[in-house]
């Protein structure tokens, strides 16, 4: 159920709910990185991508990223660039650190479907986030071999620094050190990817926080989050606000923030920019 209120007024009663919640869980999707400036398309895509948006005429940098390129010289050069300005090029205009400074004194966790690493460049504790879809920092086997995965800024900033003609020296192209297959990136986008060590042990402290606070006052703080994966944020975000009586639930989205009948009194929506809306409450 979509509806509309006073933004002043959600927005004190939001901020009244960050200083007097005894725990925040905050859910974040792609909407809070691009009210952070980190867009795929218009004057970044232009800036990066200009060579291949006038060779293939891509709309954005994520279609890009499943053209079938004729070699994996020409892929790696779009991928270390893409790569390179959305997880390595420190851009963000200082919605992820309001953001930091309005929790960091709270007892919080974050679950995130982004993975950009632009909370933990903001100051986020590592050990309080939980990157449920990968990380543009990390490869992996494209078979995958064995369960394991490779951190990558030293090739890839050797592959964003040398690339030439929209292509990559052939010596830069990762390969397994176990099965000598491809690598590719660890981003979730079917049955292969790699669930390592350190992201078992992020959903174990996850499940940890959400067990060891039931029944507190929790405030389910959700930004930016749509209906693409619903299941891994909203859904159980609604849930636990409804199974638990002090829980509040607060959506801050831009054309996207409602909540379900059963826990509209419970619900704080806040239909605009995220990066505006943090500053107010900042």
């Not at 994996?72 to 050069?77: D, K």
């Not at 309005?102 to 479907?113: N, P, Q, R």
């Not at 929790?218 to 002090?246: A, D, R």
Request: hydrophobic share 35%.
């Amino acid at each position: 159920m979509r509806y509309t209120k006073d933004h002043s007024a959600e927005i004190d009663r939001l901020k009244n709910e960050i200083q007097t919640a005894d725990a925040i869980v905050i859910g974040a999707g792609a909407g809070l990185s691009t009210a952070a400036g980190f867009t795929y398309s218009g004057e970044r895509l232009n800036k990066y991508f200009a060579d291949f948006v006038q060779k293939y005429g891509f709309g954005d940098m994520y279609s890009g990223g499943f053209y079938p390129f004729d070699t994996p010289e020409e892929m790696w050069a779009y991928w270390s660039r893409y790569i390179y300005i959305n997880r390595y090029m420190d851009m963000d205009n200082g919605t992820y650190k309001a953001l930091f400074e309005l929790v960091k004194d709270k007892d919080y966790f974050v679950i995130t479907t982004n993975v950009d690493h632009l909370f933990q460049k903001a100051g986020f504790d590592k050990k309080r986030l939980f990157y449920t879809q990968g990380d543009y920092g990390l490869w992996q086997c494209s078979e995958p071999c064995h369960q394991k995965t490779y951190d990558n800024e030293e090739t890839v900033r050797a592959m964003f620094e040398q690339q030439k003609d929209m292509r990559v020296p052939t010596e830069l192209i990762p390969h397994c050190p176990v099965c000598s297959k491809p690598m590719t990136m660890n981003l979730r986008s079917d049955d292969k990817f790699v669930q390592d060590e350190g992201w078992y042990a992020a959903a174990e402290r996850c499940e940890d926080f959400m067990q060891s606070r039931g029944g507190q006052h929790i405030l389910f703080w959700e930004l930016g989050v749509g209906m693409n994966t619903p299941v891994i944020i909203k859904y159980p975000f609604w849930q636990s606000t409804s199974e638990n009586p002090k829980a509040v639930y607060a959506c801050v989205n831009f054309g996207e923030a409602y909540a379900p009948p059963q826990i509209r009194q419970k619900s704080i929506c806040i239909n605009g920019d995220i990066s505006e809306v943090l500053k107010k409450l900042y």
